[in-house]
């Protein structure tokens, strides 16, 4: 039985998490009935916007072709009391993997690369002894030994070129020996990206758009915040920090990285990510557009003895669909956004928010694949404890470098610092506690006297020590 990917939790991949909530859009139209798994969905979303996890919320869901929900929920500019609005602009981030994958997969279905070829071929900066096995099946991967965060400067806003963040990514080398395990990194996809340029003999960014988003009619779909698109439809970005969302990002300023990036980078709207998604779940070809061929969709979403959970840059959700299915597949991006495709059912959802931190994006597949019977739910016995076993664990803790607060909730504890949004945890005994969605418990290790000094953090196969700081002692 599989579960969400952890490709999807690579937001804590520093340690961390979160869990959150905010305020519903005052205008929202009335539904026809829902499916019960879509009205879950919508009800779940609303949760989230109305108890502050996200500031706003656009969720589309689309069944057989056709629209069964298109809501906005919450805030564009809390700031200035600008409500979210349908067709909305949104920087979707990791998002733009695909259409890079995409891009690759197109270049060698014409004869023009293969994905066994060494990286090297094509880029000359990989031609060293740290680089030179490297595949382009490995960059797709993610099993290239590159890790996140991926550049030596620390962040690729801090390079003038893709082609100058490249050049010092491979240089470096990968941290870990090629083909042998999965790391997720923005370093394999700006590879994959300086690849489609060199091979293609145009940017990146030209080629999605001229043979992506002009064949499928993405006229709201946009790699480069020039002329195009008007600022004003564009969502502002917020951050939690300090206990609360901030700005980090105004639609008037300037990107934080002057180069299209090929890991990130795109701005689209939920539709336009529709027809994208389409594409793939239909094998490559929707109303006489063909992209791919059917047998190179279906290998792009078949995993890997490496990792069960992650495709040709694409994450694979659940891969037990039945006979000729196409798993549950999808993406994510660091702000808060989702598209995930339910082939079985012919179905998409889509979840964009811009509200970055919030985990809310990496719990929602779980809720989708428990709605349609994929997983079976946790089994949460809904315990009441005592105030006064809530308050041997309340208190600071250092997870890591970080000092971390421990808090009771109305129905558990949760996780808590002040620049992530809470996790809420929910007892399973008077010791172990686990998060709804996502594999990650604490288990609090008492004395014989019954005070509490320590915790051990589970987040899915590995386990940390948290220790309570000198102050609560």
Not at 67 to 91: A, S
Not at 201 to 208: A, K, Q, S, T
Request: hydrophobic fraction near 35%; aromatic fraction near 10%; charge should be negative.
């Amino acid at each position: 039985m599989n579960r969400p990917g952890k490709t999807g939790r690579r937001a804590l991949i520093g340690l961390m998490i979160s869990f959150f909530s905010f305020a519903c859009h005052p205008g929202e139209k009335p539904q026809s009935p829902l499916p019960g798994w879509a009205g879950a969905i919508q009800n779940q979303v609303k949760t989230w916007v109305d108890t502050e996890s996200v500031l706003g919320a656009d969720l589309l869901i689309i069944k057989d072709g056709r629209t069964l929900l298109h809501n906005v929920y919450g805030w564009n500019d809390v700031d200035e009391n600008i409500p979210l609005e349908k067709n909305r602009l949104f920087r979707i981030h990791s998002m733009t993997k695909p259409f890079t994958g995409t891009a690759v997969l197109m270049l060698a279905e014409e004869g023009r690369l293969d994905v066994e070829d060494r990286v090297s071929k094509y880029l000359p900066a990989f031609q060293n002894d740290k680089c030179r096995e490297i595949t382009i099946r490995q960059l797709l991967e993610h099993t290239s030994g590159f890790r996140q965060p991926a550049y030596p400067r620390g962040s690729i806003d801090l390079y003038d070129s893709l082609e100058e963040a490249v050049a010092d990514l491979a240089q470096h080398g990968p941290h870990f020996p090629p083909g042998e395990e999965y790391h997720y990194s923005d370093g394999d996809s700006a590879s994959l990206g300086l690849i489609v340029t060199r091979v293609s003999g145009m940017p990146v960014e030209r080629f999605i758009e001229e043979r992506i988003f002009l064949p499928l009619g993405m006229t709201d779909s946009f790699c480069t915040l020039g002329e195009e698109p008007d600022r004003a439809r564009v969502c502002d970005t917020y951050l939690w920090r300090e206990g609360k969302y901030q700005k980090l990002w105004d639609n008037h300023d300037e990107p934080e990285t002057p180069f299209f990036r090929a890991s990130g980078g795109i701005v689209t709207s939920v539709e336009d990510y529709a027809k994208f998604l389409s594409i793939w779940l239909n094998r490559g070809e929707k109303d006489g557009v063909r992209l791919i061929s059917e047998p190179v969709a279906s290998a792009a979403l078949a995993t890997n003895d490496i990792h069960p959970a992650y495709g040709w840059h694409w994450e694979i959700y659940h891969s037990d669909t039945g006979p000729d299915s196409l798993p549950v597949f999808g993406h994510g991006g660091s702000s808060g956004t989702l598209a995930v495709a339910l082939p079985r059912e012919n179905a998409m959802v889509f979840y964009f928010t811009q509200s970055r931190g919030t985990l809310t994006a990496n719990f929602l597949p779980t809720l989708i694949l428990e709605e349609l019977g994929y997983v079976e739910p946790k089994n949460i016995p809904g315990l009441k404890l005592s105030d006064e076993i809530y308050t041997k664990y309340t208190g600071d803790f250092i997870i890591g470098r970080e000092t971390w607060m421990v808090e009771p909730t109305a129905n558990g504890l949760c996780l808590k610092s002040g620049r992530l949004v809470p996790i809420e945890f929910l007892p399973v005994s008077d010791t172990e506690f686990v998060q709804r969605f996502m594999d990650m418990k604490l288990e609090f290790i008492r004395s014989d006297d019954g005070r509490c000094d320590s915790f051990i953090f589970f987040i899915d196969d590995r386990e940390v020590e948290a220790r309570r700081t000198g102050r609560d002692r």
